[in-house]
């Protein structure tokens, strides 16, 4: 889609990401915190997307490197989807042993550990 | 021929044997042991018959090489310096196996710890190349903090950190400046080696330290510091006095081996390897001596237990070392290389009485005693003579040492080398060591026995008194006779002098040890001479 | 008997002490005390005998008169040699009969006076080896072997006072010999370091390496001196530090009186006759050194003076007998150090001589007293004792004639005159002993002469309160203090005590000792005798030295200084004890207890050295040692362990606040790379 | 190619791709016993899992002699670090799983899962250690985190597991979040996944790559210093060993560290060109590493979480050593071989003895519940004075000879203040390992058989393995490191 | 309509992207600041949406569709799923007290964002996407995507089954009931 420059998505995802950030710090709900880190994965894909668009180290006299260039963003972005669910199963599944623990799943309570 | 490797090795060889034993037979255990410590004396003294005192070579040496990427090999050898060293390790570690026959819980970890220390020490006074010296020289510390840790006194875990964490500070940064030292080998020769005979070499031709001379006097206190910090000298010598008063009594007596690692490294890597660096440093370190002889006598006059006096006194002692090797005069480094020997008979000869008592009593504090002469009167009288010995009273040996220290020192002050007040105040260290001295035996022996646990104190025992027998006959030995310890250093005593003091080109080098016997008759060495010598590999 | 035999001098004291010291015991238990005895004195005679035949031997012309006999190596280092070599020549032989002689006969009064003490052969060890290291310091060739012999006199003296070693303040006392004898042997050494390096330096004398070796080093100092002077009065002052602390020379007397804690005839042999007169051996030694150094001499004079001044005074507020002959003794060596000052050395090692005859005949005399009124020392307690003491009685008399130096000019006098008229005489005529012009050796012999009256009267007195005077005293006073062995044999001094004159074996060496006192000087004197076979020829910087002062009659002053002395004395004491000096002290004269307290030197030095460095060293351990430099170190890993706990609290447990660290860490990198990137390139 | 995106298929070295196939391909086979296999009878899968990796270890001399190359798409880089870290790898989770039963069982937490676990996570270590493409690496990071992740809340009736375990995931996603954002920036600046680009890119960067590298760079030098625990990315460490069970800490510390140091190694490698940007950073972070690990580590009292913190200040030397690499890239590379070798033997040795404490599903951690361990079980003492005498660092031990190298890397690279540093603080760790030492070797205490199990033949074995290991690598330095150095 | 702002032409793809952006925005700080668990997670799901929708824009069609299965279709789901469950008053509004770390967050992440933005965004500003021929405009088609997922990358593919296998194998670990 011509006409947006490649800062305005970067721009973008490094709002979503800095969103993010923010959120997994001065949140105490662990899975608020884990959407949060969702989010900034998805702020990853956004900025995998766009430079593979975008193409700004590509010379395009290379075809076959530019091929490559193209999909190896993609393919990263397929990849981390296939980690994200992963570790979404995994994640989850130790914040419901915790919560089956101990009815609270409050990360402020979760310091037995420390020191 | 791997004799120095067999003498290196036995004791560990022995504490592999004492692993075979069950904890349960503590008894042959202890048997075991002192056959191995024996032995290993025995095969010692061979080392004399194969050693020629004419010349300052590295003698009945091995070399071959061990970790080749890293330039380190296994190189032993003996010369005049560590000669006696190595047989009074073994000679005072008969005697410290000997004297822990007593011992009764963990008698196999107790004994191992006692030969491995052995080892570790042997391997230091015989090893040639930097890096094997630091692997032995650190070895001594595990078994040295297992002895006091598990056998000592109350305040025992203080004491055995303080004592690791101390020498381990010192000398990881002598570990930085071997390394150091190895690495400007590889810049001048682009082969890398720690083996001091090569090092050496190229020091002795000024090509070396040619190019690095601002680092020098900092590589030499990365090693001088360590090797204080061991022997110990003045402000490094906080460790010894809870040492001493907390390891079990085997303990000091091989620590007053121990220490001469330091004053023994001071003579055989930091005169010979730093020759630009040290006159410069020479008036700081024997100011250091000097205080350390005075301080360490007047904290022992009014210290309140027995082996905190010692450890001070050795402090006051090994002061007496430092100054005499450096006066950088023959006499005064032959003093203090022979003050060394003296130093390690006579603590042991005191360290084994205060044990006996230690024994006897339980305790070693002065409050404890008084008056046991009437009880124990050979106890006295051995322990008098130790005493004589140890405040340098002619006669004994411990007169030869500090005299020729304190005349060399004397004429190196008389050269300008450094300040005359100094040796002024070390000659009245001998006043103060009588101070002390007789201080600790009127204490102990003097007066009329006010505890009543002393009335039924027994005389030492035939076994005893066999012990402490054999260290007297050296006392009187190396003051009658001092030729005989003396005479086989003197070549590697002067060699070392000049290889520290004398011009670049003109220094004699180990690897060339033929070249310079040569020299000497023929006419006095001309620079190019001592470039055109052939590197040996 | 050829010089080369000296060996077996050496050898018989020191078989004598190590039969004695592994064997005695044994033998005690065997044959006897008697038989032990006899085993103690007999080596002693021997080396005597043996020693008396050698010097016979060496009667011969000066150029001979020292011989050097080498047994064999003992310290090389380097370029420095130092052999077991002995010397045979006038000076050592003296020493060397004075030694021995004056030696087997006080082993043989020992015999008697300690029969009834436990330790027998602990004692005789001791002494046998004492006359052994005594002959090694006047024998050896050279200053190291002087410097054995001298380290060891100091051990057995050490031994010997702390022979009663359950009495604390005896050990004190012992520990208080070896330790300010250690401060002088602190000068002698760094006189010896000096010699030592300044020879090395000029390298003026055949270069055997045998720096210190007198044949070798003497005729070097020689040229080598001639060069700076500033060395002579050096080494000349580092030497006199030794000599002054074997000596008892002030300040370094302290230690002699103390040393009468130990047995009678210790104080006889070693702190009267032998080992305090090592000093002048070794001035007399070192000569050419002071000849060469006027300043020194002086000071050397100057000390001589005031000591013997100040222990004379002292005496006179002495109560217990021993303490009394002790500071005599002091005063004494002061009147021979006079000597050595002035130049007239001869006339020091002179009054050696006879001071060896007349002090150790008071001592061993006063022994006898103390023996019989059962160990009680003070003279308060004596008082007609003639009656019961007579040989004692006149022995005593004799000695002290001799000792104030009593005879007729010209015609004959006890062994003191002479020495005493050398001195003084020497003293007065020398012009050597100066500083910028003052003659310091001329006032020391005026001092000397008015010593020498003082030492009349107060010797009077001692031997008035002893023997003279009526029985009262000792007749009704209760026990006094006394030295306690356990199973104490003494019985007590009380009313019907009956004093016993002693055996023969105690009583025998009193009548020889008093033969040498009173004919002595004569035998030795006429003719200048004794300095032609001293001093055969002129003395080598200085040349002839004159004991005949021009212009004053000094044999006349003297005279009348001794006569009036002891006529004083007795106007003062004949009738016993005068009231201002009894059992009451707060009756005395203020000056007497001034004296008695020896104007309060002692204890200030007590005070300033054991106190005083006492304070200092605790202080040095607590605060500098365990507080600063340990400190340091303990210091470190408390800090470490400080910066721990801080990190622990950060390490706060909390999720959210891990992740704002990481995000802090993040945005520094970024920030940090921010700043580079703006800044270079 | 005719048209576009018709890629060949790739051609695959199965000699290089063979040991992680091997060991994945246990871990499926484990997973399949044990779901066929009777329950609390662990020891078959135990077997299959050392013997296939034996196999795997074998498997790995077939490309001893081989060049290096790049294959299955420029995805897998086969060299001789990479071989010597997957050895390192397979050694780690080796000793790990021959500790591992007993302790599960006595802890009563005997899953059947954990094994293939284990080496699946392996695999993603191993994965990590020989690929030059960020791609690979974030996979096999992930790999190795997920499994981890799990492991970590293994033992579910403990709050401390779980709490570890959360605490490691969150922030271990949030770490790999920066990691990726860090990937796509590198990606947007030099169009390529591969690291073989950023040279080339860097040499003719522009006015927009060169930042954007550089915050690339420093956005996953947080996602792996996550992982290798460097300050102030480290907080998690401490926390994560102490609340998980033991022998998954010994896990993390030996695989999943030496995982992360050979992808940082990999990146630093890549990235040297532009070292003068980074290298004052990455000091900075190497002593704050040193010195934070080890002052924190004085004051514990949790066997566990001083080794966690020890194996903070054991990431700030290895550092050096990579700093030293980047300076200069013929330096390095055997230092950090060897250390990270030597290290795990220690580390896993030092867990596998602590693992004794556990008994009867409690398990004390405390230094003095290690009271007695002399009297209990000797051997298992004497090696962990064995293991603690060469943390720290005492010859003739492995540590000693790593300690070494490290400081000889910083020397020859001038990094004479890293120098001093590490001397520092190896002075100021003595304190607390000779604790753990004195707790184990010297200290007595009655009651040890109430706490302490005996020795098992898995953890004997293991005790024997390490401290042959940990004197033999150091005595024969030589062979070891010309084997390794090999291509 | 042509002008423009800082040199950027205004273009209605431009005014669309706005849009979108805004609302992706405004979702994701919704994320964020809603204390109810579930309506942050229908923002994310909305925020997913309209990421989907711009990876159509960037010719990334078949990546745009696999956003919306994979991630709304199953892991907001699973999200919703587990919230439901765990679901009670207490959880779902976990009051977030005031304590400072929040507000350094807030702080620190503004910083970063300031940050990167001041690094990164000028110098993109100017850039454009590069034109692609016909052929390669079809990249973000399925065919490309499978032809490449199964040459290229089938080692990572392979990888990625090893991790969900995890995945499963973990999930099953830390949910099945104790044995």
């Given amino acids: 889609m011509n006409g947006v420059p490649l800062a305005a998505y970067i721009g973008l995802g490094m709002i979503m990401f800095t969103t993010g950030v923010v959120g997994v710090i001065i949140r105490r709900n662990p899975i608020v915190i884990f959407m949060c880190i969702e989010l900034m994965l998805n702020s990853v894909n956004l900025t995998f997307l766009t430079f593979a668009r975008y193409q700004m180290a590509a010379r395009s006299s290379d075809a076959l490197g530019m091929q490559n260039s193209l999909m190896a963003g993609q393919m990263m972005v397929i990849f981390v989807m296939a980690v994200a669910a992963a570790e979404v199963a995994v994640g989850l599944g130790i914040i419901m042993a915790i919560y089956r623990l101990r009815d609270s799943v409050d990360i402020d309570e979760l310091n037995l550990l420390r020191g | 021929m791997y004799l120095l490797s067999v003498i290196t090795f036995l004791p560990l060889l022995g504490v592999l044997g004492l692993f075979l034993l069950p904890e349960s037979k503590a008894k042959s255990v202890k048997q075991t042991a002192l056959v191995v410590s024996v032995l290993t004396f025995l095969v010692s003294l061979l080392v004399l018959f194969k050693f020629d005192g004419g010349s300052y070579a590295f003698q009945v040496s091995e070399n071959h090489p061990w970790i080749t990427q890293l330039g380190i090999s296994y190189h032993l050898g003996i010369d005049g310096i560590s000669l006696w060293l190595v047989l009074l390790t073994t000679f005072l570690s008969v005697i410290a196996v000997a004297c822990s026959m007593k011992v009764d819980n963990r008698v196999r970890a107790f004994m191992a710890c006692l030969l491995m220390l052995e080892s570790a020490m042997l391997g230091s006074f015989l090893s040639l190349d930097l890096v094997l010296f630091f692997i032995f020289f650190e070895m001594t510390l595990l078994p040295m903090w297992l002895l006091i840790n598990i056998w000592g006194g109350p305040n025992k875990g203080h004491a055995a950190n303080k004592f690791l964490i101390y020498t381990f500070a010192g000398s990881i940064f002598m570990l930085v400046g071997i390394i150091s030292l190895g690495y400007l080998q590889f810049k001048t020769t682009g082969k890398l080696t720690f083996d001091i005979v090569l090092i050496q070499e190229q020091v002795a031709q000024g090509k070396l330290w040619a190019n690095a001379l601002q680092a020098e006097p900092f590589i030499f206190w990365a090693f001088a510091i360590a090797l204080l910090v061991k022997t110990p000298a003045f402000p490094f010598h906080t460790w010894i006095p809870d040492t001493y008063a907390e390891s079990p009594i085997a303990g000091p007596i091989l620590s007053s081996v121990m220490v001469k690692m330091g004053t023994y490294g001071l003579l055989r890597f930091c005169l010979p390897l730093f020759p630009d660096a040290l006159p410069h440093q020479i008036p700081y370190l024997v100011t250091l001596a000097v205080i350390g002889i005075v301080y360490g006598a007047i904290l022992a006059a009014i210290q309140p237990d027995m082996r905190r006096v010692m450890a001070y006194s050795s402090l006051s002692h090994m002061g007496f070392v430092l100054l005499g090797i450096f006066s950088l005069t023959k006499i005064g480094m032959l003093g203090g290389a022979f003050q060394q020997l003296n130093h390690g008979i006579t603590a042991t000869i005191l360290f084994l009485l205060i044990g006996y008592l230690y024994q006897r009593r339980g305790t070693t504090l002065f409050k404890d005693f008084g008056g046991i002469k009437a009880q124990m009167p050979i106890f006295a009288t051995l322990f008098l003579i130790a005493m004589l010995s140890s405040l340098g009273l002619p006669g004994t040996n411990g007169f030869v040492g500090e005299f020729l220290a304190l005349l060399g020192g004397f004429q190196a002050a008389y050269a300008n080398q450094f300040s005359m007040g100094l040796i002024v105040v070390a000659v009245f260290g001998v006043v103060l060591a009588a101070v002390y001295m007789l201080y600790m035996f009127q204490r102990v022996f003097y007066g009329k026995i006010t505890q009543e646990e002393n009335k039924g104190l027994l005389d030492l025992t035939g076994t005893e008194i066999a012990l402490a027998g054999i260290l007297v006959v050296f006392i009187f030995w190396g003051g009658l006779a001092p030729n005989t310890f003396m005479r086989p250093m003197e070549n590697s005593i002067n060699a070392t002098l000049k290889m520290s003091t004398a011009a670049p080109g003109f220094r004699p080098s180990w690897s060339e040890e033929y070249a310079v016997e040569a020299k000497k008759h023929s006419a006095p060495t001309t620079p190019r001479l001592a470039m055109n010598m052939r590197i040996q590999p | 008997m050829n010089y080369e035999s000296i060996w077996l001098v050496l050898l018989f004291p020191i078989v004598g002490f190590l039969i004695q010291a592994f064997l005695g015991t044994r033998i005690e238990k065997m044959f006897g005390r008697r038989a032990l005895g006899a085993i103690a004195v007999l080596p002693i005679a021997l080396s005597f005998a043996v020693g008396l035949m050698i010097t016979l031997s060496t009667k011969g012309g000066p150029e001979e008169s020292a011989k050097i006999a080498t047994f064999g190596n003992w310290i090389n280092a380097a370029n420095l040699k130092i052999p077991f070599e002995f010397i045979v020549d006038p000076l050592s032989m003296t020493m060397v009969l004075i030694i021995t002689g004056i030696g087997a006969l006080i082993h043989l009064y020992a015999t008697g006076y300690m029969s009834e003490e436990k330790d027998y052969a602990r004692f005789f060890t001791y002494m046998n080896l004492f006359i052994a290291s005594m002959l090694v310091l006047v024998l050896g060739a050279n200053l190291v072997l002087l410097f054995v012999g001298w380290e060891g006199v100091g051990l057995c003296s050490y031994l010997l006072i702390g022979f009663w070693y359950k009495d604390i303040a005896n050990a004190k006392a012992a520990n208080k010999a070896f330790i300010v004898n250690r401060i002088g042997d602190w000068g002698l050494t760094l006189g010896l370091f000096l010699i030592v390096a300044l020879l090395m330096k000029t390298n003026g004398m055949a270069g055997d390496g045998r720096f210190l070796s007198y044949d070798s080093m003497l005729p070097a100092l020689k040229t080598g001196l001639q060069q700076n002077p500033g060395m002579a009065t050096a080494i000349a002052l580092l030497l006199f530090v030794g000599a002054a602390g074997k000596s008892a020379q002030f300040p370094l007397y302290l230690w002699l009186p103390d040393a009468m804690a130990g047995p009678t005839p210790v104080s006889a042999l070693i702190h009267a006759a032998t080992m305090v007169t090592s000093g002048v051996v070794l001035l007399n030694r070192m000569h050419i050194v002071f000849e060469m150094s006027p300043i020194a001499s002086a000071i050397v004079c100057g000390i001589g003076a005031f000591t013997a001044l100040f222990a004379a005074l002292i005496a006179f507020g002495q109560t217990d007998i021993k303490k009394v002959l002790a500071y005599s003794t002091v005063s004494q060596l002061g009147f021979m150090f006079i000597a050595c000052g002035a130049g007239a050395y001869w006339a020091g090692m002179f009054h050696v001589t006879t001071h060896a005859f007349f002090k150790a005949l008071l001592f061993l005399g006063a022994g006898a007293v103390i023996h019989a009124m059962g160990h009680n020392q003070d003279m308060r307690n004596y008082g007609n004792l003639r009656k019961y003491l007579p040989i004692t009685f006149w022995t005593m008399i004799l000695g002290t004639l001799a000792i104030c130096a009593v005879g007729i000019p010209g015609v004959f006098g006890f062994a003191g005159f002479y020495s005493k008229e050398a001195i003084l005489g020497g003293a007065l005529a020398n012009t050597h002993a100066q500083i910028q012009g003052i003659q310091v050796g001329q006032i020391a012999g005026w001092v000397g002469l008015g010593v020498a009256a003082l030492t009349s009267i107060y010797m009077t007195r001692l031997t008035c309160l002893t023997f003279l005077g009526s029985e009262e005293r000792w007749r009704k006073i209760p026990v006094s203090h006394e030295h306690d062995h356990e199973d104490d044999t003494h019985h007590a001094l009380d009313g019907n005590h009956t004093p016993k004159e002693v055996s023969p074996s105690m009583w025998i060496p009193l009548v020889v000792l008093a033969i040498l006192s009173v004919g002595g000087g004569f035998v030795l004197a006429n003719g200048g005798a004794f300095e032609k076979w001293l001093y055969p020829n002129e003395l080598p910087v200085l040349g002839k030295i004159s004991t005949e002062p021009n212009n004053i009659p000094l044999a006349l002053y003297s005279t009348i200084a001794a006569v009036g002395g002891i006529l004083l004395g007795l106007a003062f004491y004949l009738k016993g004890l005068p009231k201002n000096q009894g059992w009451n002290e707060a009756e005395w004269s203020p000056l007497r207890r001034a004296e008695r307290d020896q104007f309060g030197f002692d204890r200030a030095m007590t005070v300033a050295t054991v106190e005083g460095g006492g304070d200092i060293a605790n202080g040095l351990w607590k605060w500098f040692d365990v507080g600063i430099v340990d400190g340091i170190v303990e210091g470190a890993g408390k800090v470490s362990g400080g910066i721990g706990m801080v990190l622990k609290r950060w390490q706060s447990g909390y999720i959210r606040l891990y992740a704002l660290m990481m995000l802090l860490g993040f945005v520094s990198f970024i920030g940090y790379f921010a700043f580079v990137i703006k800044g270079g390139h | ?487 | 309509m042509n002008q423009s702002i800082g040199g950027v032409a205004i273009t209605p793809e431009l005014l669309l992207f706005g849009a979108v952006a805004g609302a992706a925005t405004l979702c994701a700080i919704g994320v964020v600041a809603f204390n109810n668990a579930i309506r942050s997670a229908l923002c994310l799901v909305v925020n997913f949406f309209l990421l989907a929708f711009l990876y159509f824009t960037l010719n990334a069609e078949m990546l745009g569709i696999t956003q919306v299965v994979v991630y709304t279709g199953a892991i907001m789901v699973l999200f919703l799923f587990v919230i439901m469950l765990l679901n009670l008053g207490g959880l779902s509004l976990l009051v977030e007290r005031r304590d400072p770390k929040k507000y350094l967050g807030i702080l620190l992440g503004c910083g970063m964002f300031v940050l990167l933005g001041s690094q990164l965004l000028p110098q993109l500003v100017s850039v454009n996407a590069k034109t692609l021929d016909p052929e390669m405009a079809k990249f973000g088609g399925p065919e490309a995507i499978g032809r490449t997922l199964f040459t290229t990358y089938v080692y990572p593919f392979e990888a990625v089954s090893i991790l969900l296998l995890i995945g499963i194998v973990g999930s099953i670990m830390l949910a099945k009931r104790r044995i």
């Avoid at chain 4, 071989?83 to 039963?101: C, D, K, N, R, V």
């Avoid at chain 4, 695999?123 to 799990?150: D, P, Q, R, W």
């Fill in chain 4, 1 to 487: 190619m005719d048209k576009a995106f018709h890629f060949a298929i790739p051609s695959i070295e199965w000699a290089a791709l063979l040991p992680i196939l091997i060991v994945a391909l246990t871990g499926i086979v484990t997973f399949v016993v044990e779901m066929f296999r009777p329950k609390n009878d662990n020891n078959l899968i135990v077997g299959i899992s050392i013997g296939g990796l034996i196999v795997a270890g074998f498997a790995l001399f077939m490309q001893m002699e081989q060049p290096s190359y790049a294959t299955a798409g420029d995805l897998m880089q086969r060299d001789a670090f990479g071989t010597a870290m997957q050895w390192i790898l397979i050694l780690g989770s080796a000793l790990t799983i021959l500790f591992s039963e007993s302790y599960l069982r006595e802890k009563r937490i005997p899953f059947g899962e954990f094994y293939p676990l284990v080496l699946w996570s392996t695999v993603g270590a191993m994965i990590m250690a020989t690929t030059t493409s960020l791609l690979m690496i974030f996979l096999g990071l992930e790999i190795l985190s997920v499994s981890l992740y799990v492991m970590a809340g293994m033992s579910r009736s403990e709050e401390k597991s779980e709490e570890s375990a959360l605490k490691y995931f969150l922030l271990g996603a949030f770490a790999s979040g920066f990691l990726l954002y860090g990937i796509a920036f590198v990606y947007g600046a030099t169009g390529s996944l591969d690291l073989d680009f950023v040279g080339a890119i860097w040499s003719h960067r522009t006015e927009a790559t060169k930042p954007m590298m550089l915050i690339g760079l420093a956005m996953m030098l947080i996602g792996l210093g996550f992982k290798s625990s460097l300050v102030p990315f480290h907080q998690w460490t401490p926390d994560v060993y102490q609340g998980s069970p033991t022998n998954v800490t010994a896990f993390m510390a030996t695989v999943s560290k030496v995982g992360a140091f050979a992808a940082l190694y990999r990146v630093l490698t890549a990235f040297a060109l532009m070292g003068e940007y980074w290298i004052p950073v990455l000091t900075v972070v190497a002593i704050l590493t040193m010195f934070v690990g080890n002052f924190a580590a004085l004051v514990q009292k949790d066997v566990k979480r001083i080794l966690g913190y020890s194996s903070v200040a054991n990431a700030g030397y290895v550092l050096i050593a990579l700093l030293a690499h980047a300076k200069d890239y013929r330096l390095g590379n055997n230092t950090i071989i060897y250390f990270l070798l030597s290290y795990t033997l220690m580390t896993a040795g030092a867990f596998a003895i602590v693992s004794l404490v556990a008994k009867n599903g409690k398990e004390g951690t405390r230094l003095e519940d290690l009271n007695g361990m002399w009297r209990r079980s000797p051997f298992a003492a004497v090696a962990l004075l064995v293991c603690m005498a060469s943390l720290i660092g005492i010859p003739p031990t492995a540590g000693f000879v790593g300690k070494f190298l490290i400081f000889f890397d910083a020397l020859r690279t001038d990094q004479m203040l890293l120098a001093i540093v590490l001397a520092l603080n190896s002075v100021i760790s003595v304190y607390y390992y000779l604790a753990i030492a004195r707790a184990a070797f010297v200290t007595d205490s009655q009651e040890s058989e109430t706490r302490m199990v005996k020795m098992t033949p898995g953890l004997a074995s293991v005790c024997t393995i390490c401290v042959a290991g940990i004197f033999g690598i150091a005595l024969f330095y030589s062979p070891v490191a010309t084997f390794f150095a090999a291509k």
